[in-house]
């Protein structure tokens, strides 16, 4: 009888609560969320390839074309990547330029 008393308190020994305290949960929280916040800005700055772009805007003169541009102010680019990104950076639907446009060149990629 008294091994089985012994074996029933050694039990509710073993057994702790574990106190819930909301203040350290809320803290634990907020750093996780700052943490995961800080992250994803920095992979989504590294994951395009277009972060700190310079521009040079250029005005379209009559004859010119996209490619035209693209091989003037990006040498030793893939120009379909150029022209790509030039009608990106400007908002275009299509390749058609016009005498007295503005658009925007990058510089560096």
């Known amino acids: 009888m008294n091994t089985a008393n012994t074996k029933t308190r050694v039990s509710k020994e073993k057994k702790k609560k574990i106190k819930f305290n909301p203040f350290k949960f809320t803290k634990m929280l ?3 969320l700052v943490l995961l916040a800080a992250m994803s800005l920095f992979f989504k700055s590294t994951a395009s390839g277009f972060t700190g772009v ?3 805007e250029v005005v379209v003169r009559h004859g010119d074309t996209l490619w ?3 091989k003037d102010y990006c040498v030793n680019e893939n120009i379909q990547k ?5 009608r ?7 390749s058609d330029i016009y005498p007295g446009q503005k658009i925007k060149i990058p510089l560096n990629f």
């Open 82 to 86: 150029v022209v790509y990104e030039i």
């Open 68 to 70: 035209e541009i693209s």
């Open 30 to 32: 907020c750093l996780t």
């Open 88 to 94: 990106k950076i400007n908002n275009m639907k299509h």
């Open 54 to 56: 310079e521009y040079q």
